[in-house]
């Protein structure tokens, strides 16, 4: 039934009650009896709720389980084990997290403001930020990790983070139009201050680089710019990237000086 899927993706988000009825713009009386099937939903809650749960509209309402990977954030050394479930679960280490965390606010805090700066772009800045620092310098800056989506990369744990960021009110996302397309922006809290103490000064000068080559661009242009990239073209769908195969790049998305054998 969907009123126990619906409570099934939102235990295994962990997300309260009153968070999705928030959400949905509702009571959260009102949300437990759509959990209790004593409640139809209508087609803008189902939308809404497919969105929550980072599900497409017909998987959500065909209640099939999202094959996104889930990521747990590893605080300690010390690893938990988990409940096997089927779908791909990722580890991200808490200094991965933190990085991720303050250079998409660095990146927010600078030009999230702009009109194009919505979902698709931060999601496309994110990944070149990350693959270009390691084609550069063969190190990675963040070292995220990013799967091949029909619109281009998807850093796996920018729903996470978004979340924490959403709970902790550093930003709040809202939905607009950018030239009639529908469009999901983060706008981030003007009181906050930005912790940068995980980035080096090196980090932060190559993130500058990338958002004055690539903000301006709108999200059909750096979405189609990224399906250039090697490490797109030759990972399945659903895949992750490798950053290895940076070095493989055509001279069209390549940013590093080769020498000439």
Request: charged share 30%.
């Amino acid at each position: 039934m969907l009123c126990k899927f619906i409570q099934e993706q939102r235990l295994k988000y962990h997300m309260t009650q009153d968070y999705v009825a928030s959400k949905l713009g509702m009571s959260r009386p009102t949300y437990t009896q759509i959990e209790n099937s004593k409640r139809e939903l209508t087609i803008s809650e189902a939308k809404k709720l497919a969105e929550i749960f980072d599900m497409i509209l017909e998987d959500f309402l065909n209640e099939k389980p999202s094959i996104k990977p889930i990521v747990q954030i590893k605080k300690s050394k010390k690893l938990k084990f988990v409940k096997k479930e089927p779908t791909m679960r990722i580890s991200i280490p808490q200094e991965k997290a933190d990085k991720f965390e303050q250079t998409l606010l660095y990146i927010l805090k600078k030009i999230g403001g702009k009109s194009n700066i919505g979902q698709t772009v931060l999601y496309k800045l994110l990944y070149f930020i990350d693959f270009d620092y390691y084609e550069k310098y063969e190190t990675q800056l963040i070292g995220a990790k990013y799967i091949k989506n029909k619109y281009g990369p998807t850093p796996i744990i920018f729903s996470k983070i978004i979340h924490l960021l959403e709970s902790a009110d550093k930003i709040e996302k809202i939905k607009s139009k950018y030239y009639k397309h529908d469009q999901t922006k983060y706008l981030i809290n003007p009181q906050l201050e930005i912790n940068l103490s995980a980035l080096t000064s090196q980090e932060l000068a190559h993130i500058d680089w990338e958002i004055d080559r690539l903000s301006d661009m709108t999200a059909s242009q750096i979405s189609a710019f990224s399906h250039r990239d090697t490490p797109w073209l030759v990972a399945k769908n659903r895949e992750l990237l490798e950053y290895e195969h940076v070095f493989y790049r055509t001279d069209e998305t390549s940013i590093r000086q080769y020498e000439q054998l």
